[in-house]
């Protein structure tokens, strides 16, 4: 037992671990292959430029204008986007395509190609518009389809019943088995429909509507009853989504889960300036409103999924599209990776503009004395068109793809910068920032992204040294400015 008693009484005492509940103020060891005075000499030799903001600019868009509309539709975006407060044009444009795809579905198809039968091409399209809340995004969504809306209201029968907004799967099913033509969903927000299709228990609900891009037959097998099938499933869809909601879809499609193609099918994706808002207090234009109007009753009653109309380019327009078909192949070809997965689908969305602007313009000519018999040869001025839009959405999409590599590390630059007025001594390494964090910074590699973006802005300088097992221990130095607002609020 003395023995025992002695033998502790030399032994070092253990000291009780201390946890931290992530607000304590954290103490750094000093490396121990940096000495006092070589730590001190270091930060006086420095050289610190002024603090950039954090954060990143977003890369610049086509600017949208009439060349990209027929006149019609162009005046009903223009005088509708500015009674919105001057929302963006952008979101009442694509609002109006893919209410005007959806329209004729199946029943019209475009052969691009002129000896080439067998690439056929529906009107349905997928529309995305991406903004934060103030930028008016429902109330263009539904300027745009407002034009259905008024051929709904007109219609005695169910005719235009094939808009789907928060319908489960299997009633979905059965709204496209009773619209041949195909159907349209619509969420002002698709966030949330996003994350159900990411479910493990929604693979066929997602497939559903993967194969309604793509308009092919579709059976739902069901178990109390009769199977159902679709011959020529159609589906097109339109909603919005705010800029942080759509980062899970841009992480997943880059790391290569979930990627089966459907982001590339929202073809008709734009994310455009904010901050052009203004008041504005004006009344609808009716005159615009009724020629659209009318444009959508005559292409409403066109087309049969049985028997489609197929309407190919007259002779001018195919020499122009192929001409346009071989550039833009070459300069996809020497593109990035990100900008090859959705430019290998503009082609076949040149042709569906084509075939929907080329019907407008018709809509546009037609007596009302007589029967509308849209001409089947679609000429150059709506294949100009079309192909002023490939420019417009490769830059939206060249937007959106920075805006998901960079916004990450912006976010943890900031929550790095809170931790740090937390930090004591100089200098200190990323254990001191991540351990005890809260969420979104609770990792090495999160804090890595933060403490990237901040020596980029000028906040941090860093330098190595060798750490346990001669492995490289990075060490960091705050901007001397950061130190003196940390003085400042510990007094």
Not at 265 to 283: E, N
Not at 415 to 437: D, S
Request: include cysteine; aromatic fraction near 10%.
């Amino acid at each position: 037992m003395l023995v025992f008693k002695f033998l502790s009484f030399l032994l070092p005492k253990r000291r009780k671990k201390q946890v931290s509940n992530g607000n304590d103020n954290v103490k750094v060891t000093k490396p121990s292959s940096v000495k006092d005075t070589d730590k001190q000499l270091n930060q006086n030799e420095l050289k610190w430029t002024p603090l950039k903001p954090i954060g990143f600019d977003l890369l610049p868009v086509e600017v949208f204008n009439s060349s990209h509309l027929p006149a019609s539709l162009y005046n009903f975006a223009k005088s509708n986007a500015y009674r919105l407060d001057n929302a963006p044009i952008e979101y009442i444009a694509v609002a109006l395509i893919v209410s005007l795809s959806s329209l004729l579905g199946c029943g019209v198809r475009i052969k691009p190609k002129r000896n080439d039968t067998g690439w056929l091409e529906p009107s349905n399209t997928w529309g995305l518009v991406v903004g934060k809340p103030s930028m008016m995004k429902t109330p263009s969504l539904k300027a745009g389809m407002s034009p259905i809306k008024s051929l709904q209201n007109c219609a005695d029968d169910d005719l235009f019943s094939f808009i789907v907004n928060d319908a489960t799967y299997e009633a979905a099913c059965i709204k496209a088995q009773e619209n041949p033509k195909g159907i349209l969903m619509f969420r002002d927000e698709l966030s949330g429909w996003l994350n159900n299709l990411d479910k493990p228990d929604r693979v066929q609900e997602r497939a559903f509507y993967l194969e309604g891009f793509s308009v092919g037959s579709y059976e739902q097998i069901r178990i109390s009853r009769d199977s159902l099938k679709i011959k020529n499933l159609t589906v097109s869809v339109l909603g919005g989504i705010q800029p942080t909601k759509l980062l899970n879809m841009l992480r997943a499609r880059k790391n290569g889960t979930n990627d089966d193609g459907l982001f590339e099918r929202f073809q008709l994706m734009v994310f455009p300036d904010s901050g052009t808002a203004i008041y504005t207090d004006v009344a609808p234009d009716e005159k615009t409103e009724s020629a659209v109007n009318d444009i959508f009753s005559l292409l409403a009653n066109i087309g049969d999924p049985e028997e489609p109309l197929i309407l190919s380019f007259n002779e001018e327009a195919q020499l122009i599209w192929n001409k346009w078909a071989v550039e833009f192949k070459y300069q996809e070809k020497n593109s990035s990776a990100e900008d090859q997965t959705v430019m290998g689908k503009y082609p076949a969305l040149c042709g569906k503009l084509a075939l929907i602007f080329h019907l407008v313009n018709e809509a546009e000519l037609h007596d009302n004395a007589s029967v509308f018999a849209p001409s089947l040869k679609i000429t150059p001025n709506a294949l100009l068109t079309a192909i002023s839009w490939s420019k417009l959405l490769l830059s939206h999409n060249r937007r959106i793809q920075h805006f998901g590599n960079y916004y990450s590390h912006s976010d943890k630059a900031e929550l790095f910068l809170k931790r740090l007025a937390l930090v004591e001594n100089e200098p200190f390494t990323l254990r001191n920032i991540y351990r005890g964090a809260m969420n979104g910074l609770k990792t090495a590699a999160e804090a890595k992204k933060g403490a990237d973006e901040l020596i980029e802005k000028g906040y941090l300088r860093s330098f190595t040294t060798k750490g346990t097992n001669n492995k490289p221990l990075h060490w960091f130095y705050r901007h001397p400015d950061l130190l003196i607002k940390n003085k400042c609020k510990n007094k």
